[in-house]
């Protein structure tokens, strides 16, 4: 009898391109066309960049050109692309295991590394981890913790607030214009202005979270007021509604602090995490305290359950992004980076200038502005971006790596750009006039 065991592997051959068999009308596309055909759209104008390598602040394309990248993949190559400890971390669990099982059955020293190291960046009472494999993923969860939690169901956000795609997570975001067309969403969601003291009122002993960034990143880096974020913290704590703090953007260093919320002296119930976490793998989490987060193990079992959720290699990408940060003072840099950037854009077509750390807003008079000189700033190459709720603004967010001369470079271009983009946007303002 022949069992698995003693089965002979098939005999080897050399693989070909040709084995891969495809029509052969598909046979002669090229990686654009086959972008634009069989890839899911988001947007009519993508950018179209068709890119072969990333390393640092750079990503060079099939023609060998290099791009700054001005936005870290929009907040997620936080210490650069393909830095040598991540993917050497990432080498090493591979020769070790994959997926091994959903998630909570077993135990993987990855997981529990990361724990253990993001333990260390974290007050005593945040000390749960639920890893997930995204940000939406993670608000998701961290909003059923809530309302499993308190047994309650208003969740209460902020207008011009940014969580994510999924149902729950855009039923919190604050943009109409992005939910009109899915509705209806989840009952019981309100909304309130952000950095508003009067509107606190709101949050009542029938809510069971208030979810909040930090500092607002798609409404173009709105930095609330410390008095408001302790006066937050306070309302909470009176009606005993959760505060969920959303780092997704602010968190792993990039606002001069590892934690965004260090700044306001304030701890929240639950912390939402992803982008930059994983020095460019897909991972995220909500961190709780261990007598909140364990409702979800009973009554129903399986409260919250995933199957990719805290994948090892995430795991170990991670282990090493922290690493990184905290051994090379990268927030703390941060902070004497954006200076420098405040003090080199100087041009009178930028109206203000917000900043976060190295979460930068370049506000211009108006989206048009803003467009035209992203555009040129790509074609001279630095690749940056507006915002979703401030589209006369230009994302600035750069790898915290990014040294003082490569700002220095970068600021350089984008004047250029700005100088060209506004002659450019002023002449074409004069021929409609007439």
Same mark, same amino acid.
Request: charged share 20%; net charge positive.
């Given at each position: 009898?022949?069992?698995?065991?003693?089965?002979?592997? @098939?005999?080897?051959?050399?693989?070909? %391109?040709?084995?891969?068999?495809?029509?052969?009308?598909?046979?002669?596309? #090229?990686?654009?066309?086959?972008?634009?055909?069989?890839?899911?759209?988001?947007?009519?104008? !993508?950018?179209?960049?068709?890119?072969?390598?990333?390393?640092?602040?750079?990503?060079? %394309?099939?023609?060998?050109?290099?791009?700054?990248?001005?936005?870290?993949?929009?907040?997620? =190559?936080?210490?650069?692309?393909?830095? !040598?400890?991540?993917?050497?971390? $990432?080498?090493?669990?591979?020769?070790?295991?994959?997926?091994?099982?959903?998630?909570?059955?077993?135990?993987?020293?990855?997981?529990?590394?990361?724990?253990?190291?993001?333990?260390? #960046?974290? @007050? +005593?009472?945040?000390?749960?981890?639920?890893?997930?494999?995204?940000?939406?993923?993670?608000?998701?969860?961290?909003?059923?913790?809530?309302?499993?939690?308190?047994?309650?169901?208003?969740?209460? =956000?902020?207008?011009?607030?940014?969580?994510?795609? #999924?149902?729950?997570?855009?039923?919190?975001?604050?943009?109409?214009?992005?939910?009109?067309?899915?509705?209806?969403?989840?009952?019981?969601?309100?909304?309130?202005?952000?950095?508003? @003291? =009067?509107?606190?009122?709101?949050?009542?002993?029938?809510?069971?979270?208030?979810?909040?960034?930090?500092?607002?990143?798609? +409404?173009?880096?709105?930095? !609330?007021?410390?008095?408001?974020?302790? +006066?937050?913290?306070?309302?909470?704590?009176?009606?005993?509604?959760?505060?969920? *703090?959303?780092?997704?953007?602010?968190?792993?260093?990039?606002?001069?602090?590892?934690?965004?919320?260090?700044?306001?002296?304030?701890? !929240?119930?639950?912390?939402? =995490? /992803?982008?930059?976490?994983?020095?460019?793998?897909?991972?995220?989490?909500?961190? +709780?305290?261990?007598?909140?987060?364990?409702?979800?193990?009973?009554?129903?079992?399986?409260? &919250?359950?995933?199957?990719?959720?805290?994948?090892?290699?995430?795991?170990? /990408?991670?282990?090493?992004?922290?690493?990184?940060?905290?051994?090379?003072?990268?927030?703390?840099?941060?902070?004497?980076?954006?200076?420098?950037?405040?003090?080199?854009?100087? &041009? @009178?077509?930028?109206?203000?200038?917000?900043?976060?750390?190295?979460? $930068?807003?370049?506000?211009?008079?108006?989206?048009?502005?803003?467009?035209?000189?992203?555009?040129? /700033?790509?074609?001279?190459?630095? $690749?940056?971006?507006?915002?979703?709720?401030? %589209?006369?603004?230009?994302?600035?967010?750069?790898?915290?790596?990014?040294?003082?001369?490569?700002?220095?470079?970068?600021?350089?271009?984008?004047?250029? /750009? $700005?100088?060209?983009?506004?002659?450019?946007?002023?002449?074409?303002? *004069?021929?409609?006039?007439?």
């Amino acid at each position: 009898m022949v069992s698995f065991f003693n089965m002979k592997p @098939p005999t080897k051959r050399q693989t070909k %391109d040709t084995d891969l068999v495809m029509p052969p009308t598909k046979q002669h596309l #090229t990686a654009r066309e086959l972008f634009l055909n069989h890839l899911a759209q988001t947007t009519d104008s !993508p950018l179209l960049l068709e890119i072969k390598q990333a390393e640092g602040i750079y990503l060079i %394309d099939q023609q060998g050109r290099r791009y700054f990248d001005l936005i870290s993949g929009i907040g997620v =190559s936080n210490i650069g692309h393909r830095h !040598p400890a991540v993917v050497k971390a $990432i080498k090493k669990q591979l020769r070790k295991y994959l997926h091994l099982m959903v998630y909570g059955e077993y135990v993987q020293l990855p997981q529990v590394e990361l724990a253990r190291r993001l333990m260390l #960046t974290l @007050p +005593a009472s945040l000390n749960n981890f639920y890893f997930v494999n995204s940000g939406s993923e993670a608000i998701e969860g961290a909003m059923k913790l809530a309302k499993r939690y308190t047994g309650r169901t208003e969740l209460i =956000s902020c207008l011009n607030a940014y969580h994510g795609s #999924t149902q729950g997570a855009l039923s919190i975001s604050g943009s109409e214009k992005f939910k009109t067309a899915y509705r209806p969403l989840l009952p019981d969601v309100r909304h309130i202005r952000f950095n508003e @003291p =009067s509107d606190l009122e709101l949050i009542t002993q029938k809510t069971a979270a208030v979810v909040i960034e930090t500092i607002q990143g798609e +409404a173009g880096v709105r930095i !609330p007021d410390k008095s408001y974020m302790q +006066a937050l913290r306070q309302r909470c704590t009176q009606t005993g509604a959760l505060l969920i *703090l959303d780092e997704i953007q602010c968190g792993f260093g990039r606002t001069g602090k590892f934690w965004a919320f260090e700044h306001y002296d304030i701890v !929240p119930d639950i912390l939402v =995490s /992803a982008k930059g976490m994983g020095g460019g793998m897909p991972i995220g989490a909500f961190i +709780a305290p261990k007598h909140i987060m364990e409702v979800l193990k009973s009554n129903p079992i399986l409260g &919250h359950i995933t199957t990719f959720g805290g994948h090892p290699v995430s795991c170990a /990408a991670a282990c090493a992004t922290v690493g990184v940060i905290l051994r090379n003072k990268l927030p703390e840099r941060a902070l004497r980076k954006a200076e420098l950037f405040k003090k080199l854009l100087i &041009h @009178p077509r930028i109206k203000s200038i917000r900043s976060a750390g190295l979460m $930068i807003a370049v506000e211009f008079e108006s989206a048009q502005v803003t467009k035209a000189v992203i555009d040129k /700033a790509i074609s001279y190459g630095v $690749i940056t971006d507006w915002f979703l709720y401030c %589209d006369n603004a230009m994302r600035i967010a750069p790898p915290l790596t990014i040294s003082k001369e490569e700002i220095r470079q970068v600021c350089g271009i984008l004047l250029k /750009a $700005i100088n060209k983009a506004t002659n450019a946007s002023s002449d074409a303002l *004069l021929r409609e006039d007439v």
